[in-house]
């Protein structure tokens, strides 16, 4: 037990002295990166420390539980049933597309086999779900005909070289450590632009060369950029809204490790002490009333402390001076603002916010404000919410198996196979007991 003067801090509190002045927290300001594409002699820089996209998903990303749900929604759902192999035919009057087997085509199928492409695919999805832009790796076979393996190298690992007057980009710079790249530990890499180059050129110009390792860029339609995609689902980082989010968690952990936990103020009057003694109170030193205000205080804070102290009562006399009444005993509960929620409403707006920049309806994944309803409602507002989300992965998907067709071109295969990814498209149980079925969005 302790006290300070006529303050008794009991045995259930925690007691804060000298507080000193108080001091306003400065305004937060969101520094934003503007993903600028600045050269640095040959090589073109990802933000102004050429660090964005590690930046952005370590410091960022990674503790946005919205962006983390939400991104892994996109590739889920971008990659539905995976790739496979179909052909136009005619069934009647409509022209549908019907799945081929693997089987019929060995070429094609040693290949899907040797490169593990159903992981391939994935990869190169996580890549543009996050920064709009994947970089991918090409060998070719030693007589230059045909290419025999693909890799995925991871974007945030890639760099560009400084355009030449043409306009061409001759090379790609691979480092796994740029905040201490060196250059002997850095590999350059011939790089093609699918876009403008056909692969029957590509092809050419590796014989011409002698190149049998190449790179190839799959992103979306640029606007203003030139090198880097500036995501546009990154809004929420260069507005704000990400920042708030990440807060919220910190605030809500600070003040749990730093709050005074007390539940009771109690108040207690001379006029208590002066009653309860009477004349006997003036004939006491300020040791022995100290000392009888601390033995109330004790009994006082062994009655409302603890567990067992659920539901009992505190009855204290009432003073009339003056005609006013006085209470000789007053406790009072402080308020918890935690219990408030505070600041969740915040975060839940900025998850949305998040959620929709991705491109998710937040009902898929039920966000909502924590402790409160969700958005998600009822199994067919989440399977609406899904249908509408694959529907809407169409164009994206595009720039996805890009690659098959470049590798289809590239290694003389069947013009009519085309590549697509089927969709898994929710359905009611009573019209399948799986709950799926798969659709091709054409």
Known sequence: MKHFKNLHVGQASVALTGLGSSKTPPTIKVVIDPTNEEATGELVQWGSNNLYPQDFYDKKFLKNGAAVGGINTLSSTTYGNGFGLYKKVKVGTEIVLQEQLLEEYPDIELFVEENNLDKYWAAKIKDLSLFEIAFTEWLISANGETLTRVNRLKAAHCRFQKMEPSGRIPNVFINTDWSNAKKDYTVTIPYFDKDKMTATEIKEECK?????????????????????????????????????????????????????????????????????????????????????????????????????????????????????????????????????????????AANSETLFAIGVNPAIIGAGTPGASNLGGSGSNIREAYTVLSATLVPKRIHVSDDWQFLRSFNGWERNLIGQFSSVNLTTLDKNPNGQENVIHK
Do not use: C
């Open 208 to 348: 011409k060369r002698k190149i049998f390792q190449f790179i190839t860029t799959s992103s979306y339609a640029f606007v203003t950029e030139n090198y880097y995609p500036k995501a546009g689902w990154h809004a929420v980082d260069r507005n704000g809204w990400m920042e708030v989010a990440n807060s919220v968690p910190e605030f809500k952990q600070a003040f749990f490790e730093n709050q005074i936990h007390m539940k009771y103020i109690v108040y207690v009057s001379d006029f208590y002490f002066e009653s309860f003694y009477k004349d006997e109170w003036d004939d006491f030193d300020a040791d022995k009333r100290q000392k009888l205000r601390e033995d109330l205080a004790v009994a006082i804070d062994e009655h409302l402390a603890g567990n067992k102290a659920g539901g009992r009562s505190l009855v204290s006399p009432i003073f009339e001076e003056n005609g006013k009444y006085v209470k000789g005993i007053e406790v009072n509960a402080i308020d918890d603002k935690l219990k408030e929620g505070a600041y969740l409403p915040d975060a839940s």
